[in-house]
């Protein structure tokens, strides 16, 4: 009996030093994202000059709608001259000419398929030879139409995930990451989601390369720990945008639900602070709670989730669409 009294004592010393150490970090995490979110308003003697840090140029991926969109105007707006890349010529000379519109900056379109893979990456390679590119924001990213078995989604849809989700962050950073070694500064931001967090069933492809995003992010910031370079991973959670067109309750705006300029505003002002971020305020308070799950609980709500949001689709939707997971 005693041995077992000593055995429990030691397991519970153990449990309390993590939980101190998990409340610390997370403290710390809270006071570092207080501080990233609130120096534009308070603290504007501190902040610094994004084009003198980095450069005067800033490549952005995926730039047409939503994030990409509204972060390439946040950084116009902080003076930087932006680089556009999507693949429709026409949505890349809207955005082009609303951004010079608005700011005394000058834009640059290249109109690449990141799913044509390296064909693309090439392209982007020759277009960019001559330019000092200080921010890259690798944003491009491909998601289910709506929560699918794996079984149900298109061989090449899934590829096109593959190749966006996947091979264009990677390539990407490649071309640019030793020219930022080189001079010293540079930024990468490298833009994941909060389904990392879990494996997410009916979107298990998706989910699966932000893991991939993760864990490249932050294995390529140790590598290049020493070179004068920020290389950041943004995880958002939920945001209104075309991504979840699937869903009425995913493209109202909320409390949780934040519309892409608000959460563009948000996340700019986390660069150079916040080397892993959520972006916005409330994602935090969710990616928190998130995390404090255990795994098996994680997969099951959100799994769950899915089901709810797959059920709505299919309610809103053409019955052509039903299929045999659907009883």
């Not at 680089?83 to 609303?98: G, M, Y």
């Not at 390369?209 to 932050?218: E, G």
């Not at 660069?271 to 409330?282: A, N």
């Not at 994602?283 to 709500?301: D, G, M, N, S, V």
Request: charged share 20%; aromatic share 10%; proline share 3%.
């Amino acid at each position: 009996m005693e041995g077992c009294h000593v055995y429990t004592s030691v397991l519970a010393v153990v449990g309390g030093i993590t939980l101190f150490f998990l409340l610390l970090d997370t403290l710390w995490n809270i006071i570092l994202a207080a501080r990233a979110l609130l120096a534009p308003f308070f603290l504007t003697h501190e902040e610094q000059n994004l084009v003198k840090r980095y450069g005067s140029w800033a490549l952005i991926t995926g730039c047409t709608d939503g994030i990409g969109k509204e972060y390439a105007k946040q950084l116009a707006k902080k003076g930087l001259n932006v680089i556009l890349v999507s693949r429709s010529q026409d949505k890349l000379l809207k955005t082009a000419n609303e951004i010079e519109q608005e700011h005394p900056v000058k834009t640059k379109i290249i109109v690449a398929d990141f799913s044509k893979g390296a064909t693309a990456i090439d392209y982007i390679r020759n277009e960019i030879k001559n330019l000092e590119i200080g921010i890259l924001v690798n944003n491009v990213g491909m998601q289910y139409t709506y929560p699918m078995f794996v079984g149900e989604v298109p061989e090449q849809q899934l590829w096109d995930i593959i190749n966006i989700n996947v091979g264009a962050v990677t390539m990407m950073s490649r071309i640019l990451v030793e020219d930022m070694k080189k001079r010293k500064r540079g930024a990468i931001v490298n833009v994941s989601s909060g389904s990392e967090l879990q494996p997410l069933p009916l979107m298990t492809v998706y989910a699966a390369s932000k893991v991939y995003v993760r864990n490249f992010t932050r294995s390529l910031r140790y590598e290049y720990s020493d070179c004068g370079i920020t290389i950041q991973h943004l995880s958002p959670m939920f945001i209104n945008t075309k991504m979840n067109d699937f869903s009425r309750r995913l493209r109202t705006t909320s409390f949780f639900i934040p519309d892409a300029q608000t959460f563009a505003k948000h996340a700019v002002n986390t660069l150079g602070k916040l080397d892993c971020t959520t972006g916005y305020w409330s994602h935090e308070i969710q990616y928190f709670f998130t995390r404090l799950a255990p795994e098996w609980a994680r997969i099951r709500i959100g799994s769950k989730l899915n089901e709810a949001l797959r059920e709505e689709y299919f309610r809103t939707h053409s019955k052509m669409v039903k299929n045999t997971y659907l009883q």
